[in-house]
């Protein structure tokens, strides 16, 4: 009878989880209020990167901006220029043949 034997299906350890937005935005307020709450070491960094994140990004006064604007502008007309430079003109030609011996 041993060779007829079933094996009794194996069972799995599945803890069903709930999750509650409202209590979990709730927690955070009382974490940003500085009351005591109930959030992980983890999301209580999380929590404090994404008020700084945010904050510095929302703090950004349009004369930053512009600089930023202005500098990625510069950046882009200093390559553009250095790529017609190497590409578009004789240049390129000249170093290739000064460093094959021609």
């Known amino acids: 009878m041993g060779f007829f034997y079933k094996h009794k299906p194996r069972g799995y350890n599945y803890i069903p989880r709930y999750y ?8 955070q307020k009382k974490a ?6 109930n959030l992980s070491h983890e999301e209580q960094l999380r929590l404090e990167m994404r008020r700084k ?3 510095a990004k929302e703090k950004e006064d349009p004369s930053e901006r512009r600089v930023k604007m202005l500098r990625s502008f510069v950046i882009v007309a200093v ?4 790529f017609y430079y190497l590409f578009c003109t004789p240049m390129l030609t000249n170093i290739i043949s000064g460093l094959m011996g021609k």
Not at 32 to 37: C, F, K, T, V, Y
């Open 20 to 27: 509650n937005p409202e209590k979990e935005a709730w927690e």
């Open 32 to 37: 940003e209020a500085g009351l005591s709450s």
């Open 53 to 55: 994140w945010g904050v």
């Open 79 to 82: 390559v553009a220029v250095a």
